[in-house]
């Protein structure tokens, strides 16, 4: 597969393209705001990657890495990477590209989590992502599955 996965700038053109995405929402509006507002310069860090096709953005992800002071997930608390918003362009889905950000997350060689989108399991079942089942995450709404870089996992076990 001939695509490359790149992190996205904030920008208008990119905020016009999360537009396309379904799972576009409260984070992209409070980028376009703080471009309007010149908050951001135009073309600053955001916290998504994406790929294109030609010059259109048909699948992306938001990634953000968690210290492990805040780590409700991994034992020993380890720092680690949450992976939102992985959306693929309808008329793009089953090509690998979903397969191809999820591969340059795990690149990162941290254990990743991330909150399925519905009938999304099988997906992520696939790609080695395992259910953690906690009754607080329930509480919260949350159905975490997660992912540990190879060797981790055992020591998660001790």
Do not use: H
Not at 65 to 78: A, N, S, V
Not at 106 to 122: A, C, E, Q
Request: glycine letters at 8%; hydrophobic letters at 35%.
């Amino acid at each position: 597969m001939g695509f490359k996965v790149e992190k996205l700038r904030v920008n208008f053109k990119t905020l016009e393209e999360f537009k396309k995405f379904k799972e576009y929402g409260i984070q992209e509006l409070s980028m376009s705001e703080d471009l309007e507002a010149n908050m951001v310069d135009n073309d600053s860090e955001s916290p998504f990657y994406g790929i294109y096709f030609g010059d259109k953005l048909v699948a992306r992800m938001s990634l953000y890495q968690i210290d492990e002071k805040f780590d409700r997930y991994f034992f020993p608390p380890q720092n680690y990477l949450e992976l939102w918003k992985l959306e693929v362009l309808p008329d793009y889905q089953g090509k690998g590209y979903g397969q191809k950000l999820v591969e340059f997350a795990k690149s990162f060689g941290l254990p990743i989590k991330t909150n399925p989108r519905v009938k999304s399991n099988d997906f992520w079942g696939k790609m080695g992502f395992i259910n953690v089942d906690y009754e607080m995450d329930r509480d919260r709404g949350e159905n975490p599955l997660v992912w540990y870089p190879e060797g981790v996992e055992a020591q998660q076990k001790n």
